[in-house]
């Protein structure tokens, strides 16, 4: 959605419900002009928008998130300190069309963000 | 200013009141705002607004002592659910009530309303910087 905020680098998917997303955070990003000027955080809610994206991605379909169950933000991350990092997405279907989406950001051993949502096929 | 954020990610336009305990603002979203996605407000637009409606309420102190608002980051998100998404043109109004302050942690719930309409409920940690 937002213009330019990431690049996907590689996409390992099991099947249409799990995988792992690789990324790139790109630090001349237009939101980093206001988030925050001359010290650049990459904002929480572009993260939570990526981590949509990389599970459309895994999906093969749209998905809108429906409610955040609970998402955690362990790292303050930025472009210039976290340039590259994974995306684990595991999508469990409650009903038809629903899932239950659980999936981190992270790099290595450590996890920057955790999310757990109710999302669905748009 | 109340809150730290410039363009083009500012989600909050107006600030209606804000005290000790709570604060309500306001955002109008308009059709170039970097959260809209096929004439809708997205998810990502709706939570950034809660967040900086709680940076909001947290520059209050700041506010009224002249200084400059400290930064603020999320630590954690919960039970938010998203009832619909705005179309371009709409005025969003929202409540931020404090919950508790633990450790310099502020826990605080959040109600946008679209008019009548209730358009996402939230509970949010946030902390600020040098607190």
């Known amino acids: 959605m937002i213009n330019n905020y990431f690049t996907i680098l590689r996409s390992e998917a099991t099947d249409n419900l799990s995988g792992v997303v690789s990324i790139r955070l790109n630090a001349h990003s237009i939101v980093y002009e206001g988030h925050f000027p001359g010290e650049p955080v990459s904002p929480g809610v ?77 | ?51 900086q409606s709680a940076a909001a309420f947290a520059g209050y102190g700041t506010f009224v002592r002249g200084e400059e608002p400290k930064l603020g980051f999320i630590g954690e998100i919960k039970d938010c659910v998203f009832n619909l998404m705005p179309p371009v043109g709409s005025e969003l109004r929202t409540h931020i009530q404090l919950v508790t302050v633990i450790g310099g942690i502020r826990l605080i719930n959040a109600e946008v309303r679209l008019k009548d309409e209730l358009v996402a409920t939230c509970v949010m940690k946030f902390f600020l910087k040098d607190d």
């Open chain 2, 1 to 51: 200013m109340l809150i730290p954020q410039r363009p083009p990610i500012v989600m909050v336009d107006v600030v209606w009141s804000a005290d000790e305990q709570s604060a309500d603002t306001g955002l109008t979203i308009q059709e170039d705002n970097i959260f809209v996605k096929d004439g809708l407000f997205r998810e990502p637009g709706l939570i950034e607004h809660i967040a």
């Open chain 1, 46 to 122: 572009c993260n939570i928008e990526m981590i949509r994206e990389c599970a459309e991605a895994v999906h093969g379909h749209a998905l809108r998130i429906n409610r955040i169950k609970q998402c955690r933000l362990t790292t303050l991350v930025t472009p210039l300190n976290h340039s590259t990092a994974d995306v684990t997405i595991n999508l469990q279907e409650q009903e038809p069309n629903t899932y239950r989406l659980t999936a981190t950001l992270g790099k290595g051993e450590e996890t920057y963000l955790t999310l757990k949502a109710d999302v669905a096929d748009e």
